[in-house]
């Protein structure tokens, strides 16, 4: 069976679709994977040669602009970004995109499509035919269970309004990508205008599996039978190396050795504008926990290693699965990636959500019982602490444990392997 696998963005979206791709790969399948050009070589290290997207989600995320528009929790900074995602689809390198989604989707029995490729993927099912399934780290189907976490950043009560919630968001998004919906359509040469992507996912029963642990998705009584949740895609350990992070720095190793486990804050994630003064925040409140902190952040001119009288130890990146174990919780901005990781390791965390599914991720944390959640813009050291507070609280630990037993015990990317590969036999029967 030949699977195209289309995933573009962040490293969030690239991981889930490698662990895909070599599982695929074990079982004996032909693969094509797309990447984008910031995580291409990671790709090619991991032993596949991808149809490289000519695009960087660092120009849109990583700029100095875009971190203070995110940072700032606003929405009109947000939607300026997507705007200019917009302009550089639906602009000179649109055709450049098709093309290369084109040759990787070359006859291919499956086309399993992460959210930002979802749209195009569907215009390719209406020229082809092709089977088409939506694979993804979050949820995107509507449901009065919760709201859309694209559209709102906190929990609200009513149904009604939950469930409203999607009908907003799916609207704006319906209107903001229509330029790109029209130009896909223009250059796969079908006729008719654009159609809202999400009316089309009901309308064309576009199956969608969600890589996500059912401890924090439990599958919504409304939703439909064509969306699944499959559990977490943990990734093998063969392809940590392909991301740099097989080998712990010894520093690193020593430090840890040396006291307490630590709390892990990953600020990565997060649109930290002032890293000097995000690091001796940081210091401060462990210093009110009589606590460490290990802590991974970017920024030039950093005192990487051991400083703060040696209770900050700060880092680029490092093995999650042989470092988190070392940890007693995590403060982070609740990319699914992230959460579910540290969820696996039984760690109770602090979720800092910048936008999109975070909000979500940092609702089932605090819903769970295993820590607690705020918005970026809110970050103070009183805020901080108090959430720490809570993590760190008998009750928090214990249940984090339990449920870290639980998530340990799932494969998702089998899982999802299973599902796509009997979606793709129903489809040809």
């Not at 199956?207 to 009584?221: E, G, Y």
């Not at 579910?340 to 039984?346: E, F, H, I, N, T």
Request: charged content about 25%; proline content about 7%; some cysteine.
């Amino acid at each position: 069976m030949r699977i195209t696998l289309l995933t573009a963005g962040t490293r969030g979206d690239h991981q889930p679709y490698l662990a895909l791709a070599d599982e695929f790969r074990s079982r004996g399948h032909d693969v094509a994977i797309t990447a984008t050009e910031n995580y291409a070589e990671v790709v090619r290290r991991a032993g596949f040669e991808p149809h490289v997207i000519p695009f960087n989600s660092a120009e849109l995320l990583e700029t100095p602009a875009a971190k203070r528009a995110l940072s700032s929790g606003k929405t009109l900074p947000f939607v300026k970004i997507m705007r200019d995602t917009v302009r550089i689809i639906a602009g000179e390198r649109g055709e450049q995109i098709h093309e290369v989604l084109s040759a990787a989707c070359d006859s291919a029995d499956a086309i399993v499509t992460c959210a930002s490729t979802l749209p195009w993927a569907m215009e390719r099912r209406e020229k082809t035919g092709q089977t088409v399934v939506g694979c993804l780290p979050y949820p995107l189907e509507r449901t009065a269970e919760f709201p859309s976490s694209f559209m709102v950043k906190r929990m609200v009560s009513p149904r009604w309004l939950r469930r409203a919630s999607y009908t907003g968001f799916e609207t704006a998004y319906g209107l903001a990508y229509r330029r790109v919906d029209r130009r896909m359509r223009e250059l796969n040469g079908l006729p008719g205008g654009p159609r809202n992507p999400f009316r089309r996912l009901r309308d064309d029963s576009i199956p969608l599996v969600h890589m996500v642990s059912p401890i924090l998705l439990p599958k919504p009584a409304d939703w439909p039978d064509r969306s699944t949740v499959v559990g977490a895609p943990i990734m093998p350990e063969r392809l940590r190396a392909a991301w740099g992070e097989q080998s712990l720095d010894p520093a690193l190793t020593d430090w840890l050795d040396e006291g307490e486990s630590p709390i892990y804050f990953c600020m990565t994630g997060m649109p930290v504008l002032d890293p000097a003064a995000c690091t001796e925040l940081i210091a401060a409140v462990c210093r009110r926990l009589d606590a460490r902190a290990l802590v991974t952040l970017r920024g030039d001119d950093l005192p990487y290693g051991t400083g703060h009288d040696r209770r900050v130890h700060l880092v680029r990146s490092f093995d999650y699965d042989r470092v988190l174990p070392r940890c007693r919780a995590v403060v982070h901005h609740g990319g699914s990636g992230n959460t579910q990781d540290v969820l696996r390791a039984g760690l109770p965390a602090v979720v800092i959500g910048v936008h999109s599914d975070q909000f979500f991720y940092g609702w089932r944390i605090s819903a769970l019982g295993i820590g607690d959640d705020f918005p970026y813009p809110r970050l103070t050291e009183d805020r901080l602490h108090r959430a720490l507070v809570r993590a760190l609280s008998p009750e928090s630990v214990t249940r984090a444990a339990e449920l870290g037993a639980l998530a340990a015990a799932e494969n998702g990317v089998g899982a999802a392997a299973d599902t796509i590969e009997r979606l793709v036999v129903a489809a040809t029967v």
